[in-house]
């Protein structure tokens, strides 16, 4: 019998940075997925990939978007939410391709952190579509919005991105398209960022001690 031991993708998504390191001088990669459903340990699959730069807590020209071939048909309702069609996703690259152009732009900006709006979603595709193709990686900091959303303003509801968006006085991008979504996404964390530091919150170590559970890495 034959195992399949994993490779691993040689990127620099792990930033060696001091815990003291201004929340200024971070660079952040903003990102989002889109997908077929909601079942990513069954049949769903990745169909969309975006990033943006944050850097000096201002959202920056940098981005990174390509469509991905999900290698199945893309169900009408998801269509209809994302304007995703099979026809839009037939040359698009593989899920392995997709995200190794993705990866290469964060180290090409020379992204510290990850940053999503409830991204253990988004990191759980991630992991899902490099094991499939048995592939793996060293998984960067990450932040999710809601925890920092959570902090400022504790809730037991977690809202849609929009109304966050709304809520702080932000912009908003097309919705449900995966570099829309990472630019309202971008705009919100920039805000929230400014007023963790009016609140005191100004390093790296801050925002870990904010989202323990997601600054570390996400572990699955």
């Given at each position: 019998m034959m195992f399949w031991k994993k490779q691993k993708l040689n990127y620099q998504l792990q930033s060696e940075v001091p815990l003291n390191t201004h929340i200024r001088d971070l660079t952040f990669t903003i990102f989002d997925t889109e997908t077929t459903g909601f079942a990513i340990n069954g049949a769903d699959r990745l169909?969309?990939?975006?990033?943006?730069?944050?850097?000096?807590?201002?959202?920056?020209?940098?981005?990174?978007?390509?469509?991905?071939n999900p290698e199945r048909e893309i169900p009408e309702k998801i269509t209809s939410l994302t304007g995703i069609s099979g026809e839009k996703v037939k040359d698009a690259p593989s899920s392995l391709e997709a995200l190794e152009r993705f990866f290469q732009f964060n180290e090409?900006?020379?992204?510290n952190l990850w940053v999503g709006h409830y991204v253990s979603f988004d990191m759980m595709v991630v992991k899902k579509e490099l094991q499939r193709h048995k592939y793996t990686y060293d998984t960067?900091?990450?932040v999710d919005t809601l925890d920092l959303i959570g902090y400022l303003n504790p809730s037991r509801d977690m809202r849609d991105l929009e109304v966050y968006a709304l809520q702080f006085g932000t912009l908003v991008y097309e919705r449900h398209q995966a570099l829309g979504d990472a630019m309202t996404t971008a705009h919100l964390f920039c805000e929230l960022m400014r007023h963790l530091e009016d609140r005191g919150k100004t390093t790296l170590a801050d925002l870990m001690e904010i989202g323990s559970s997601t600054t570390k890495g996400v572990v699955f």
């Open positions: 169909i969309e990939i975006a990033g943006v730069r944050v850097a000096g807590l201002e959202v920056q020209e940098q981005t990174f978007q390509t469509f991905v090409d900006i020379d992204s960067p900091l990450v």
